[in-house]
C-alpha cells in the first residue's frame, strides 16, 4: 500500500488553497530546471495535500514558459500519488457557460513549444495514453462537484494551444467544428508528463468564456474571463476542500494503471542507457530503472 498525497495544480486565478493546517513551504530543487513556485504541503482533514500554482504565485510564467517537467518532477519527489489539475478554459458548448466545471477525460496537443517527455536520447520509453485521466479520481471529484452543488460534466475533450494570444475565429470554428468542448493552454504537456511519473491525473476545466465561436457574445473578452476566474476560483477551492476530506489514505490502485505506467515503457538496453540521462530519471522512472 502507498499512502496517498494529493497534488493540485492551481491555474490561472488560484495561487494558494486557503484551509490548509500544518502547513508549510518547501523548495524542492529539480533536475530539470525551476518548478513554477515553491510547493506549499499541509493537510486537509488527514489527507495530505501538496499545492503548486502552475503561473507561479503573481503569474509569471506564460503556457509556453511554465517548466511541466521540473514541476512534474518536485511533485514525484514530494510524494504526489493523485494530481488534480485546475485550469481555466473556454468553451465551445451553448450548455457549457461561464461558470461550469468540466472533468475533462481527452486531450488534443496543438503545442509546439514544449518539451514534453521526460525520456529521449539515451533513455527512451513509450508510455500508454489513450485515456490520460484515472477514472477513480475523476468519479471522486464528480462526486465532490456533486456534493458541493457544482455545476458540472463528467467526461469531454480539451483542445491545448500554444497561445498566449486566444485562438483566431477560424481556429475556434475549427475546434468547435470538430466537436471538441473545450480549449486552454496548459494540459499538455502537464498530463503527459504525470502519466510518465505514474502518477494519476485528472483534469478540471473551469470555463471562463466561450472562446470566439459564439455569435452573440463575440470575441474572447478579458475582463470577463478574469471577472469567471475569480468566481471559479472560489468553487475550485470547495472542490478541493470537498475532495480532500473524503479521500482516502492509502492510493486507490488505478485500474488504467495510470500509476504503473512504466512496467514495460522503457525500450533502451540498460548497456545503452545514457547514465547522465538515467540519473535525472530518478524521482520520475527510479521504480523501473532500479535507483
Ligand atoms: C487568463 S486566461 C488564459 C490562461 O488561463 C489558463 O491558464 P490555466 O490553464 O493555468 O488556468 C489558460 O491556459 C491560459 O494560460
Ligand atoms: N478561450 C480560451 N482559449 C485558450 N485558453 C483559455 N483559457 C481560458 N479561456 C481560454
Not at 509556453?64 to 465551445?92: E, M, Q, W
Not at 471577472?227 to 475550485?236: I, R
Not at 476530506?245 to 504503473?260: K, M, Q, T, V, Y
Request: charged fraction near 20%; hydrophobic fraction near 40%.
Amino acid at each position: 500500500m502507498t499512502r496517498a498525497v494529493l497534488g493540485v495544480i492551481g491555474g490561472s486565478g488560484i495561487y494558494d488553497l486557503p484551509g490548509l493546517e500544518g502547513l508549510e513551504d518547501v523548495a524542492v530543487a529539480s533536475p530539470w530546471g525551476e518548478p513554477s513556485d515553491v510547493l506549499r504541503r499541509g493537510r486537509i482533514g488527514t489527507t495530505e495535500i501538496v499545492f503548486l500554482p502552475r503561473h507561479g504565485r503573481g503569474h509569471h510564467y506564460s503556457p509556453s514558459d511554465i517548466n511541466y517537467r521540473a514541476n512534474i518532477d518536485v511533485l514525484k519527489r514530494a510524494g504526489v500519488t493523485d494530481l488534480v489539475s485546475l485550469s481555466a478554459v473556454g468553451s465551445f458548448k451553448g450548455e457549457l457557460p461561464p461558470g461550469h466545471f468540466v472533468l475533462a477525460d481527452q486531450f488534443v496537443d496543438r503545442t509546439y513549444l514544449r518539451p514534453s517527455s521526460f525520456f529521449g536520447r539515451g533513455c527512451v520509453a513509450h508510455v500508454a495514453f489513450s485515456h490520460p485521466v484515472a477514472p477513480l479520481l475523476q468519479k471522486r471529484i464528480a462526486r465532490a462537484a456533486e456534493a458541493e452543488g457544482i455545476a458540472h460534466q463528467v467526461g469531454g475533450t480539451a483542445v491545448c494551444m500554444e497561445g498566449p494570444a486566444f485562438s483566431t475565429l477560424a481556429e475556434s470554428l475549427f475546434h468547435k467544428g470538430q466537436g471538441w468542448d473545450l480549449i486552454g493552454m496548459t494540459s499538455m504537456p502537464e498530463a503527459k508528463l504525470a502519466r510518465e511519473a505514474e502518477i494519476s491525473y485528472a483534469f478540471v476545466g473551469m470555463v471562463t468564456d466561450f472562446d470566439a465561436w459564439h455569435e452573440e457574445v463575440g470575441p474572447v473578452d478579458v475582463s470577463q474571463v478574469i471577472h469567471h476566474l475569480h468566481s471559479n476560483a472560489d468553487k475550485g477551492r470547495r472542490l478541493v476542500a470537498r475532495l480532500a476530506r473524503d479521500f482516502p489514505a492509502d492510493h486507490e490502485p488505478c485500474p488504467i494503471h495510470s500509476d504503473r505506467a512504466l512496467e514495460h515503457a522503457v525500450i533502451t538496453a540498460p548497456e545503452h542507457r545514457d547514465p547522465d540521462l538515467v540519473a535525472k530519471l530518478d524521482a520520475v522512472a527510479g521504480r523501473v530503472l532500479g535507483r
